[in-house]
């Protein structure tokens, strides 16, 4: 069959050429569409986005990412940058005893490695358990390289916003150099049925 060229032109005006086309259509089974509507089959009810969200809202799976804590934008933090946060009526000497390491933690988590929605999970499952487990004080290694993307310590930055939103979470701070300074915190814990301090 010749391909069509400056040689070989196909020309719509030329009814010889458009009788040729129809009868070879016509010889292979192709019909002519009387419509330009596609008639597709439907096999699934049309989507309530509305209640697919709500369903997706109440919803209370533990291995869901969309967890406990937010998934948006967090303030970056440097790397060096030493991190604190307490509720306000925390005692001041409580407080002090955390940022000594006066207070021994008694469990760890290290997030090296995790993504960020791995490592909210992880976080959240680590001090869940905790608080479970009736532990007063903890450990959280975030580490503090910053990604080649982001050009900050994002893991770091995350665990700062996270915490801060924790409602088990009375105090966060960074620790001291021999656990990993700038590099993780410690976490003081409220006891379960703990309302306040």
């Known amino acids: 069959m010749p391909r069509y060229t400056d040689e070989y032109p196909m020309s719509i005006d030329d009814p010889d050429d458009t009788d040729l086309f129809y009868n070879n259509m016509k010889g292979m089974g192709v019909r002519r569409i009387q419509h330009n509507r596609a008639s597709l089959p439907r096999t699934q009810p049309p989507i309530d986005r509305r209640a697919r969200r709500a369903a997706a809202e109440s919803h209370n799976d533990p291995t869901s990412v969309s967890s406990r804590t937010s998934d948006g934008r967090v303030l970056p933090v440097r790397p060096s ?113 703990q309302a306040s301090l």
């Open 81 to 193: 940058e030493s991190l604190h946060f307490a509720l306000p009526d925390m005692p001041y000497r409580t407080l002090q005893q955390l940022r000594r390491g006066a207070i021994s933690w008694q469990s760890g988590l290290d997030l090296h490695g995790y993504t960020v929605d791995e490592a909210r999970l992880e976080l959240e499952g680590f001090l869940s358990e905790a608080v479970g487990k009736q532990l007063r004080c903890v450990i959280v290694v975030h580490g503090k390289a910053r990604s080649g993307i982001a050009g900050y310590p994002v893991i770091k930055s995350h665990v700062n916003a996270w915490l801060r939103e924790l409602p088990e979470v009375l105090a966060f701070c960074s620790s001291l150099e021999k656990d990993g300074g700038t590099g993780a915190v410690y976490v003081l814990l409220k006891r379960r049925g």
